[in-house]
């Protein structure tokens, strides 16, 4: 028998945060994760400058970001053990990824995580890189679908607001400079894929969306071109979205500025738009019920992740609180949708 004070939930959740990564990484203040691509300025300068987090993620937070990686691993595990029956092979190529200084002189780290090769119809494979994320709940409706209660469908673009698009094109940037010139490809690596998992349990939605991508070295590029969705034949498109790799470095760039100061630069999110904002209008009916019970702030999503927020908040001195007055206009708001 086991002894009876074992918990083998309790060990799954300390290896959560209790085991140290292996992973070779740069750790200083002016070498960027690829998950920053997009992220605030400001958010980043905070923690780059050592702030102690005011919103660090509670239980249900870690939960939610816990369960996204248990999909990601569960897909990657499909296709090492399944997928290879249908022409679609893992490659050994992926781990870690990044630059030291040469990324138009600012550095980043990042892992791949995955990296395949499709059989083509002459018989060579092609190699990919893959980057998997996931949507659940309304942003898994609202990814591809006109409204959050609208049975229409719309052409979905790859994620620049979190940063999902840039990621990859990262990624793709340094496959391709770690493949040029191998003898184990016969080409660079240009092709790549950000494979989406949307699951909305309310509204049905239960699918995966593919945005196919290519690296343009001559341009230090990435090409989204095609958005693919098996289920909905509806989102299938061309689609024409460019992410310039010097654009990415330029917001590196800017940071590293004010990090090097110890400063810290302006917000690039508002939390709490003026109730006059034309932005409030565009609110979820759900945001401005909550808002108007002081149960929430309409503002930009981004500000709703940030473990710095209420840091911020105070260092711009921002009310997190809405007025009489304020609580009135937004019920007119309320009373218009």
Request: hydrophobic residues 35%; proline residues 4%; charged residues 25%.
């Amino acid at each position: 028998m086991i002894i009876e004070d074992f918990s083998l939930a309790s060990v799954i959740k300390k290896t959560w945060s209790q085991i140290p990564s292996m992973r070779m990484r740069d750790r200083d203040k002016f070498t960027r994760n690829a998950g920053d691509a997009a992220k605030c300025h400001r958010q980043v300068a905070y923690k780059a400058l050592g702030f102690k987090e005011t919103n660090p993620p509670d239980k249900q937070a870690e939960f939610k970001m816990k369960f996204g990686d248990w999909i990601e691993k569960g897909l990657m595990y499909s296709f090492t053990d399944k997928c290879g029956f249908f022409g679609v092979q893992k490659l050994a190529t992926q781990g870690d990824s990044g630059e030291r200084d040469t990324f138009y002189g600012t550095s980043w780290n990042g892992y791949r995580d995955l990296d395949i090769a499709i059989l083509q119809k002459n018989g060579t494979y092609k190699p990919c890189v893959v980057e998997l994320k996931s949507k659940v709940g309304k942003s898994a409706t609202m990814a591809i679908r006109e409204t959050l209660y609208s049975k229409a469908y719309k052409i979905p673009v790859p994620d620049q607001t979190f940063g999902q698009a840039q990621q990859l094109s990262l990624y793709l940037r340094d496959a391709y400079n770690k493949s040029k010139g191998s003898k184990h490809f016969t080409s660079p690596i240009v092709d790549g894929v950000l494979l989406q998992l949307l699951y909305d349990d309310y509204s049905g939605i239960q699918t995966f969306v593919e945005y196919w991508a290519e690296y343009l070295p001559e341009h230090d590029a990435v090409k989204f071109y095609r958005v693919h969705c098996h289920d909905v034949p509806e989102v299938c498109a061309h689609i024409d979205v460019v992410i310039k790799l010097e654009d990415i470095a330029k917001r590196f760039s800017y940071q590293n500025e004010f990090i090097a100061k110890g400063e810290l630069p302006p917000p690039e999110f508002q939390r709490k738009y003026p109730v006059s904002d034309s932005r409030v209008q565009g609110a979820y009916k759900t945001t401005l019920q909550a808002a108007v019970k002081g149960q929430a702030l309409v503002g930009d999503v981004q500000c709703k992740y940030c473990s710095f927020r209420d840091q911020c908040a105070k260092d711009c001195n921002t009310s997190l609180t809405y007025s009489e007055d304020e609580v009135k206009q937004l019920k007119a708001v309320l009373k218009n949708l």
